[in-house]
């Protein structure tokens, strides 16, 4: 990527469902002459209350906020917990600020943006509140980024994919490296803990500095587990997957609170459902979740994906514990959006089953 200087969108910027892409638009946003359109809303209002912190004029409706960039003034925001989209806003919009902005949270928290911060020449401070548990993190603005070469660590989701498929595929030993210590990389190999996945991690910094672990997963007996509330709503569009992976474990598997997999042009939740009982799994629908009993031999099957991408992988991921030909239609756009990780597979599987 060549940086230089910022013009106003056309139309308005899609932050899509992420709370970090919402937070690094505004706070970019902020530092310059224009109004900005971000549609989105996922985790919008701390966001603009930490952006308001610093002077930023932000209105917002139902579809998204509208930031009207200016002068910035010094500023001092308190966050209920760590948050990466909360920082990313605060500290780019502080860039461009005229003073001291100083961000306090009540826990350490993931590092990486200040990683990103430093690599790129900002002066920046983390400092332990004295007599408290919480952290002071602050720059001095107005500061220019350098340019940086960034080894960044793997996507969390990927990892999943990954890690999950090898723990319920028959003799498989999987080296993944470049794993990420962020807030969900961790819920990862937590959750596929909870499945009683046998993996062995070892922690280091990449050349960027960044924390990264290095995990080992082999074929494991899966065992039943559970998903509710917060871990649901962490893990929402990986249900799917996290669907197949318990049709592998022993037990009941019950998850809920995913009701809004049912949102949108496809309800994803009856779709996965629908396919892997024409797998052969026992699957039990409820209005918020399902519940799978495991383990069972998936059989290939004609399977359809109806456009969605994220049931479209999770299916061909079935694919491959399943026994003969698996075959899926209207996949979306999986092969694009997930081509890193099919080279991945392709690389590592020995015996690859087909989906079309």
Known sequence: MTGGSLRAADGALDAGDSRVTLGCLAGLAAGVNFRTRISGTAGRDVVLAALKALGVRVDADGSGIAVNGGALSAGTFDAEAPDTA???????????AQGEVRLRQPASGDDDLEVLLKAAGIAFEKVKEVGKDGYDLFLTGPQTAQPALHDLPGDPDVA?????????????ELMVHGVGNDWKSRRVLELLRRFNAQIDIQVAR??????????????????RSRLA??????????????????????????????????????DRLACVIENLRRMGARVG?????????????LQGAELDAAGDVRVALALALAGLAAEGETQIARTGTMGEDFVALFERLSAVVNEKRGAS
């Open 86 to 96: 909360v920082k990313a806003a605060f500290f780019l919009a502080g860039l461009a």
């Open 160 to 172: 999943l994919y990954l890690l999950g498929a090898a723990a319920m595929l028959p003799q498989s």
């Open 206 to 223: 990449s050349a960027s500095k960044f924390a990264v672990r290095t995990v080992r997963v082999k074929k494991s007996e899966l065992r």
């Open 229 to 266: 509330g917060d871990l649901t709503a962490l893990f929402l569009d990986e249900v799917p997957f996290i669907a197949v992976l318990a049709t592998q474990a022993a037990g009941e598997t019950v998850i809920r609170n995913a009701e809004g997999l049912r949102k949108g042009p496809v």
């Open 285 to 297: 629908e409820m209005p918020d979740g399902l519940v799978v009993q495991g383990s069972v031999r």
